[in-house]
């Protein structure tokens, strides 16, 4: 249990010292324009268009792709819902004002982030479908991970947890073999 409080203790402290830092800094307004518009990205409507995109251009795979992405982001959805209102931790804006991001967070709690999370789950399931799209999708999960902090939304630890947690609801690889046998890709 003291292990677990010192632990925690100094991740806290490091996410509190660059929270001070980001909330402080005068970013330049090319980055102000990215990091908005990234996190405004991974609200949704850009899976969504993703979705309707690989529908129509996807080729034979397509059902697969998208069904495993849908599945990995509902996945993805219900863990950090669950995770939020277990851990109850405040955002980094709830704490200390930011000096010029006036981005309202769509509910109270930080930890994990759900931004990173379905970013990260996407990416990664619709990549191995689509290897061409892996360093724009991975771009795109990246500024959305980036902006949650830089925009006061999430702590650096929240981002974290959402990459990792990301990951695991992605598609496993073995899993390509099954849809290989059941006929649902090339």
């Known amino acids: 249990m003291t292990v677990t409080r010192t632990v925690w203790g100094f991740i806290e402290q490091r996410d509190h010292r660059l929270m001070r830092r980001m909330n402080r800094w005068r970013a330049p307004r090319w980055i102000r324009y990215w990091m908005i518009a990234a996190t405004r990205m991974g609200d949704g409507w850009l899976w969504?268009?993703?979705g309707a995109m690989l529908m129509v251009y996807g080729g034979p795979q397509k059902f697969a792709a998208v069904g495993a992405a849908g599945s990995a982001a509902i996945f993805g959805v219900l863990v950090f819902k669950l995770l939020k209102r277990l851990s109850q931790r405040p955002r980094p804006c709830q704490l200390e004002p930011h000096c010029w991001s006036r981005v309202l967070p769509p509910d109270k709690f930080s930890f994990p982030s759900g931004h990173t999370m379905t970013a990260f789950s996407i990416a990664l399931v619709v990549s191995y479908f689509y290897p061409a799209l892996?360093?724009?999708l991975f771009f795109v999960a990246f500024s959305i991970a980036v902006s949650r902090i830089?925009?006061?939304?999430?702590f650096l630890s929240d981002v974290l947890a959402g990459?990792?947690?990301?990951?695991?609801?992605?598609?496993?690889?073995?899993?390509?073999?099954?849809?290989?046998?059941?006929g649902l890709i090339v």
């Open 150 to 154: 830089v925009l006061g939304m999430h």
């Open 48 to 50: 969504y268009a993703l």
């Open 163 to 182: 990459i990792v947690a990301g990951h695991s609801a992605r598609l496993r690889r073995d899993n390509r073999v099954r849809f290989l046998r059941l």
């Open 134 to 136: 892996e360093g724009t």
